[in-house]
């Protein structure tokens, strides 16, 4: 499993930075939803499932976490701690957000509405799916 991190162009005029990102440019779809995540403890824990269909894009605004990949065959942790960098969650990739700076705020840009039907919540289901796919 490789990660896809995307890295925006940031623009330093000497009185600060700015990031813009737009849907189908700088980021590979249309942007439907955007929703950000602050207020975290260093011990919160979130996230704990995986997406049917959704792909998200989450870039660390403010501080820093990090980020369990798991594809159903192999866990990898990744730190998001770049403000001009974001990772992409495709779908059917169980995800767990820990370790937050007091300073996190994390953003994420989304590819469709909110549905919870499109959420799988519990691991063995995942798992389950992943096996019922390879076969
Ligand atoms: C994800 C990770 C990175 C809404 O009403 N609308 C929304 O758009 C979202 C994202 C959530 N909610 C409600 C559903 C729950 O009652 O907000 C509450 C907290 O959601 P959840 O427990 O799913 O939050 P996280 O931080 O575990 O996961 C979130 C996203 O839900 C999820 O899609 O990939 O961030």
């Known amino acids: 499993m490789t990660p896809t991190w995307i890295d925006f162009k940031t623009h330093n005029d000497g009185d600060g930075s700015l990031v813009a990102i737009e849907g189908g440019?700088?980021?590979?779809?249309?942007?439907?939803?955007?929703?950000?995540?602050?207020?975290?403890?260093?011990?919160?824990?979130?996230?704990?499932?995986?997406?049917?269909?959704?792909?998200?894009?989450?870039?660390?605004?403010?501080?820093?976490?990090?980020?369990?990949f798991d594809d159903g065959k192999t866990k990898i942790s990744l730190r998001?701690?770049?403000r001009n960098r974001g990772l992409v969650i495709p779908p059917m990739i169980w995800?767990?957000?820990s370790n937050f700076s007091p300073d996190c705020v994390l953003m994420v840009l989304a590819d469709a509405a909110y549905d919870e039907a499109d959420y799988i919540r519990q691991y063995a289901d995942f798992l389950r799916h992943i096996q019922s796919k390879s076969q």
Not at 30 to 38: A, E, H, Q
């Open 95 to 97: 995800h767990e957000m």
């Open 25 to 68: 440019k700088t980021i590979p779809f249309d942007i439907r939803r955007v929703y950000y995540i602050y207020g975290t403890e260093p011990a919160s824990v979130r996230g704990f499932h995986a997406h049917r269909q959704l792909t998200q894009i989450t870039v660390p605004v403010s501080g820093a976490c990090d980020m369990l």
């Open 80 to 82: 998001l701690n770049r």
